[in-house]
């Protein structure tokens, strides 16, 4: 079983939709959780960033972590055919050094 | 946030020969990472840039194959050499400070072929 879990899609919405992105982990050392966006054939971009269990919103975009169930998720309210890219989830444990685990990422396609 | 420059944004390289990118960050960072993606699937780390010391490199990599400098806070590089048809990826650098704990940032990533 890989550490983080995340289905590749792709996953297709019609414009206006409610997306909702998540990933699975096993390492319960697990504290910082990150989402990143990345569009094709450009470098992922950071989005979302929380730290334990929890939701944060950003405009449209809302981190949640359920520590207890090791699942995170990603909403994307009222999506838009620019949010159509590849996101992926990454995880990192607190203390030592900083080095991210991440999912293989979920295709996303908005379609207007 | 930090901005990165990688270089080249895309290559195409010829069988034996080697690749060296570049990545320069506009301001002194502490950690500078070196990543592969292939097609569909996920980051996989190739190791972490140290600033003036050997990079450390992680399970299936080896300085022979992937040599690293970071001569300085700024800037590192990452050499492919000796390379086939499997190195065809794209390979991304990344750097993150380590004042508490902060997020990673990207460079926009080098596509390479290998023919």
């Known amino acids: 079983q890989k550490e983080v879990e995340q289905d590749p899609g792709p996953l297709s919405v019609p414009e206006g939709a409610i997306v909702s992105l998540n990933c699975t982990y096993s390492n319960s050392a697990f504290q910082y959780f990150m989402w990143y966006r990345q569009y094709s054939r450009k470098g992922p971009e950071l989005l979302m960033y929380?730290?334990?269990?929890g939701n944060k919103e950003d405009g449209r975009f809302t981190a949640q972590v359920d520590k207890s169930s090791k699942y995170i998720s990603l909403f994307i309210r009222d999506s838009q055919p620019s949010d159509s890219a590849t996101y992926l989830c990454?995880?990192?444990?607190?203390?030592?050094?900083?080095?991210?685990?991440f999912g293989r990422g979920t295709s996303l396609i908005v379609h207007p | 946030s930090a901005v990165i420059s990688q270089k080249p944004s895309r290559d195409i390289c010829q069988r034996g020969t080697s690749l060296t990118i570049q990545c320069q960050v506009d301001s002194q960072v502490t950690m500078m990472f070196w990543y592969r993606q292939q097609p569909g699937q996920s980051l996989t780390l190739i190791a972490t840039?140290?600033?003036?010391?050997?990079?450390?490199?992680e399970s299936g990599f080896v300085i022979d194959k992937f040599p690293i400098s970071r001569p300085n806070l700024t800037f590192s590089t990452l050499t492919v050499s000796n390379m086939s048809p499997e190195d065809s990826s794209i390979y991304l650098c990344s750097v993150a400070q380590l004042t508490g704990h902060t997020e990673a940032f990207f460079g926009q990533g080098t596509r390479l072929t290998v023919v």
């Open positions: 990454a995880m990192s444990a607190s203390g030592g050094s900083y080095i991210p685990t």
């Open positions: 929380t730290y334990s269990s």
């Open positions: 840039a140290n600033q003036g010391s050997e990079a450390t490199y």
